[in-house]
């Protein structure tokens, strides 16, 4: 459930989720000794953040579940860890994004039937819902590529192109 409703106000239980993990990652960040450029801190402090961010990915929202990654990064940049580790997790944070946008838009240009697509999701986390979100947010963002193309000063060909290759009516 994504809401609650108090007595005079609704409250959305991601937003507590948020705060106080971030005050608990806090807490494990500064504590003594640790050395988060070895494994076991370092997964200890992944698990602090994962779990509740897998939690409100069900919800689902992906958005707010996405806030956790740079919020984690910062904070573990802050306690010194070394720059490898932080390399090694921004590498990895590309690569999930590569797979979720490749799961979101390969599929159904290869013509994989609707139900294959679903499975496919569930398998990496994601709702049809999610899905929809983010094919959204990426055709809202050629549509306004495009329309900044049409007021600049791009010889017609290429939009014509732009507009064939994103099946963008002129």
Known sequence: KRW??????MLQPSE???????????GVLNREGDDFGRLGPLAGV??????????????????????????????????????RVLGILVAMGVLAVGLVLGVCFIPDRMGMSEEKQVHLLKTVGLSAYQKNR???????????????????????????????EHNIPL
Do not use: C, N, S, W
């Open 4 to 9: 609650l409703e108090l007595p005079g106000f």
């Open 16 to 26: 507590i989720a948020k705060f106080v993990t971030i005050l608990v990652l806090a």
């Open 46 to 83: 992944l698990a602090v953040v994962g779990i509740p961010m897998l939690l409100i990915m069900k919800e689902p929202d992906l958005g707010t579940a996405m806030i956790f990654a740079p919020v984690t990064f910062f904070m573990l940049f802050a306690a010194g860890t070394p720059m």
């Open 134 to 164: 983010i094919e959204v947010f990426f055709t809202a963002m050629y549509e306004d590529a495009f329309h900044l193309l049409e007021r600049a000063q791009v010889p017609p060909f290429v939009k014509i192109r732009l507009a064939d």
